[in-house]
């Protein structure tokens, strides 16, 4: 079955202590992308991959680090979490870019950092 | 920069009511439209696409219209069912993004 694979769905942390959010599909895409959704503000793009190695800031990339060192994979690492970056976070992959505007979402990842 | 506006949620509905969910956009050049919906706990799905002035894109019984003069690509459907409630998303494509700008979404709530 096509499908992003996001991990963990939901997680609990304290602010200051790393975390990776993998983000994995296995539709050979060679585009990737992280959003986070809030309340009133809809889905924001943080970062995104147009294929391996290359990967480029989106609207909201503070306080996160990506990296694609294979096509499957995307992960996103906060390496000092903040409560202002709990949210509700979302990986996607597209076949051929954001302009098809055909998007695979992931389920989501819940993340509460206190 | 690139914005989409959309109509205040939540809205609810009795089943076999007419829908309609606004949105309108700002943006240079000729972007692409779509319509994403999120059911309780997935992630999003598109629903609905269209890509110049006057196309009419159409999903699962929903329609919505590209219009330029009006800069607007509102979302109808002619008789809701209890199934589609979700979270509806309007947001655009431009050339030269490599991003869908999203609208803040509108909750549909659908009652028997």
């Known amino acids: 079955e096509a499908q992003v694979t996001q991990n963990p769905r939901y997680l609990i942390t304290v602010t200051g202590k790393k975390l990776t959010v993998t983000c994995s599909q296995n539709?050979?895409?060679?585009?990737m992308s992280w959003y986070r959704q809030d309340p009133g503000l809809g889905l924001r793009q943080i970062y995104y991959?147009?294929?391996?190695?290359?990967?480029d800031k989106g609207d909201v990339p503070e306080g996160y680090k990506v990296s694609r060192k294979e096509k499957r994979n995307f992960p996103l690492i906060l390496e000092s979490p903040s409560p202002n970056q709990t949210s509700l976070y979302f990986c996607?992959?597209?076949?051929?870019?954001?302009?098809?505007?055909?998007?695979?979402f992931g389920e989501g990842s819940r993340l509460t950092v206190l | 920069g690139d914005s989409v506006t959309q109509m205040e949620g939540p809205v609810t509905l009795s089943e076999e009511a007419f829908l309609t969910i606004n949105c309108t956009y700002t943006?240079?050049?000729?972007?692409?439209l779509f319509w994403y919906v999120q059911y309780p706990g997935e992630g999003l799905q598109l629903l609905l696409k269209?890509?110049?002035?006057?196309d009419k894109g159409s999903n699962k019984g929903f329609e919505a219209t590209y219009r330029k003069e009006t800069t607007s690509f509102h979302l109808e459907k002619g008789s809701v069912q209890v199934s589609d409630s979700a979270v509806y998303f309007c947001?655009?494509?431009?050339?030269?993004?490599?991003?869908?700008?999203f609208g803040t979404g509108t909750r549909l709530t659908i009652i028997p």
């Open positions: 269209a890509t110049k002035a006057d």
């Open positions: 943006a240079t050049g000729y972007p692409s």
């Open positions: 539709m050979n895409h060679e585009y």
């Open positions: 991959s147009m294929n391996v190695e290359v990967t």
């Open positions: 947001a655009l494509w431009n050339f030269g993004n490599e991003k869908l700008t």
């Open positions: 996607a992959s597209s076949p051929l870019g954001a302009g098809t505007g055909e998007l695979f």
